[in-house]
């Protein structure tokens, strides 16, 4: 089992920065892929960004640019930096964690409880 823990959410103006940590425990995430999505009241959790276990990333088209995913194995921790932010980026941000990679979250195995991201224009 993992464990997955998101913090770093709040309230900040448009073009303003934030960082959100997952921090994990239960197992070493050295080995598994590591996602970022998002959720809207309303709408389905759509994938933010992505770190393979050997760094690669990907990210959405709505976010490439601005937002970059990062992980640190040594402290089991995965980081979302997020610049430029824009209004339509408020949304409850969730970490996942799985050993396949989907473009899904219903195919994700692992996910922490969220953190609320709120841009104010």
């Known amino acids: 089992q993992v464990q997955l823990v998101e913090s770093g959410g709040g309230l900040v103006q448009a073009g303003g920065s934030l960082r959100l940590s997952c921090a994990a425990s239960?197992?070493?995430?050295?080995?598994?892929?590591m996602g970022w999505f998002r959720q809207d009241p309303g709408k389905e959790r759509e994938i933010v960004a992505v770190?393979?276990?050997?760094?690669?990333?990907h990210y959405a088209d709505s976010v490439q640019g601005r937002f970059t995913i990062s992980r640190d194995n040594a402290k089991n921790t995965v980081y979302l930096q997020m610049n430029s932010l824009k209004p339509e980026d408020t949304a409850v941000y969730y970490c996942?964690?799985?050993?396949?990679?989907?473009?899904?979250?219903?195919?994700?195995?692992?996910w922490g409880q969220g953190t609320q991201v709120t841009v104010s224009s």
């Open positions: 770190i393979r276990s050997g760094g690669s990333t």
């Open positions: 239960g197992r070493t995430l050295s080995t598994y892929i």
């Open positions: 996942a964690a799985d050993l396949d990679y989907s473009a899904y979250a219903q195919g994700w195995d692992y």
